[in-house]
């Protein structure tokens, strides 16, 4: 079956380094990906999407990137800062149109 | 992006009753669906809301225990059904705009509690 998970659950960085957040997917026909970050009590909010055809995608501090000979997805931040803790989700999108969600990454930045 | 509000944004029901979420988006889309993610927990696709149509479920979940509505292009009602504890989670409804990509947009959550 589908299924879409993250290599850890938590991630505590200094602010103003990097964060690395990793996530593993089984499907190699699916072809979209997309990152959301989730602060407490609200939604899941839209950061940052790759198509299969890519390996690399880059939006303001964040970067993502896709290897599909392993599955794999990241995402980078840059300079992280206090407002970037959040619970961060990786999707995978299948040919359905329906989002598989990874598991979550708590990233917490320490001032 | 669409902008997503959902009614109630919270609620505290007792086992047995039922409960209806709105979800209405500022602008018509393509494709609406629930969601519901449990305490600590990732988030899981309820169904999707057709617009003028039955929803389409997935494996775990039933119409009779999640009946959904969607009357136009720019609201959905999701119902949770006599309700028990273990439905206590927050509801989400999300939103795909199919313009030159397949973004997924999310509402704020509905963060029930059934007693």
């Known amino acids: 079956g589908e299924s879409v998970g993250l290599h850890l659950p938590t991630l505590s960085v200094q602010e103003g380094d990097n964060s690395i957040i990793n996530c593993a997917y089984s499907n190699s026909a699916s072809d979209y990906f997309i990152w959301y970050k989730q602060e407490s009590g609200k939604g899941p909010q839209f950061i940052i999407d790759i198509r299969s055809n890519m390996d690399k995608r880059q939006g303001q501090r964040v970067t993502v990137l896709l290897n599909k000979t392993v599955k794999h997805l990241s995402l980078q931040i840059a300079a992280t800062q206090p407002g970037d803790s959040a619970v961060y989700f990786c999707?995978?999108?299948?040919?359905?149109?329906?989002?598989?969600f990874g598991q979550g990454t708590e990233l917490s930045v320490k001032p | 992006s669409a902008v997503i509000s959902q009614k109630p944004s919270r609620d505290i029901c007792q086992r047995g009753t039922s409960l209806t979420i709105q979800c209405q988006v500022d602008s018509q889309v393509t494709m609406m669906f629930w969601y519901r993610q449990q305490p600590g927990q990732s988030l899981t696709l309820i169904a999707t809301?057709?617009?003028?149509?039955?929803?389409?479920?997935e494996s775990g979940f039933v119409i009779d225990k999640f009946p959904i509505s969607r009357p136009n292009l720019t609201f959905s009602t999701l119902t949770v059904s006599n309700m028990s504890p273990e439905d206590s989670s927050i509801y989400l409804c999300?939103?795909?705009?199919?313009?030159?990509?397949?973004?997924?947009?999310f509402g704020p959550g509905t963060r029930l509690t059934v007693t």
């Open positions: 999707a995978e999108q299948n040919q359905g149109g329906k989002l598989i």
């Open positions: 809301a057709n617009q003028g149509s039955e929803a389409t479920y």
């Open positions: 999300s939103v795909e705009e199919r313009l030159d990509s397949y973004e997924q947009y």
